[in-house]
């Protein structure tokens, strides 16, 4: 199993700013997912994160809005860029096999206004 | 594209009573298909896989390709089953996009 913390759990910014969220594990993982849960939505893939590499994005999400590092096997970070309110979601790190989720952390809760 | 619907928003069943979690998907190919839960307060996790055809928790899903269903069942609830719960698909070949449903929240009365 994998143990994953994410920083910050929660944060309320202004509209057009931005926010970095940091994804953490205790081992090393090969794949690692960035998920978005809006208010009363299911998950959404926004990319995978790929160690020493660009990160690749689902369909209708963009590097420029959502930019994504992954440095090494146990880190990464999403960041959501010149937030809008519709970017109030839950951000979930993931970390699977293949295009398998299978452990989650604990999501930051991002409210904008 | 690959899709997953799961009909009930909320399902509210008595503790000991059997409970069925409904999960339709679509996708041309052969997926591989998942439950995950979430507790309350607790983060998402995955609860089963088709392929491994196991059981946890007293909790079975059996993938029916003809159906295109993968309902996920319990004959005996137990209040501690309350959470929610999401169905996902994985299409094959791996590289696609990872797609879960809607969710269902299950309530097991006392």
């Known amino acids: 199993s994998a143990v994953i913390s994410q920083k910050p759990s929660r944060d309320i910014c202004q509209r057009g700013t931005s926010l970095t969220i940091q994804c953490q594990v205790d081992?090393?993982?090969?794949?690692m997912f960035w998920y978005r849960q809006q208010p009363g939505q299911s998950l959404t893939l926004i990319a995978t994160?790929?160690?020493?590499?660009?990160?690749?994005?689902e369909s209708g999400f963009v590097i420029d809005k959502f930019p994504i590092s992954r440095p090494n096997l146990t880190f990464s970070t999403l960041t959501v860029s010149n937030m809008s309110p519709e970017d109030s979601s839950i951000y979930l790190c993931?970390?699977?096999?293949?295009?398998?989720?299978?452990?989650f952390g604990p999501g930051t809760r991002l409210t904008v206004l | 594209a690959q899709r997953v619907t799961q009909p009930e928003k909320l399902l509210s069943v008595f503790k000991g009573a059997p409970v069925e979690l409904k999960c339709n998907y679509s996708?041309?190919?052969?997926?591989?298909l998942f439950w995950y839960v979430q507790y309350s307060r607790q983060r998402l996790q995955l609860l089963l896989r088709?392929?491994s055809r196991e059981s946890i928790k007293g909790f079975t899903a059996d993938l029916n390709k003809g159906e295109t269903s993968f309902h996920l069942k319990k004959p005996f609830a137990q209040e501690e089953d309350s959470a929610m719960y999401y169905c996902?698909?994985?299409?094959?070949?791996?590289?696609?996009?990872?797609?879960f449903g809607p969710g269902t929240r299950l309530s097991v009365l006392p």
């Open positions: 994160a790929n160690q020493g590499s660009e990160a690749t994005y």
């Open positions: 081992s090393q993982v090969t794949m």
């Open positions: 996708y041309s190919g052969s997926p591989e």
């Open positions: 088709h392929i």
């Open positions: 996902a698909l994985s299409p094959y070949p791996y590289g696609q996009n990872f797609v």
């Open positions: 993931s970390v699977g096999r293949e295009t398998r989720p299978q452990f």
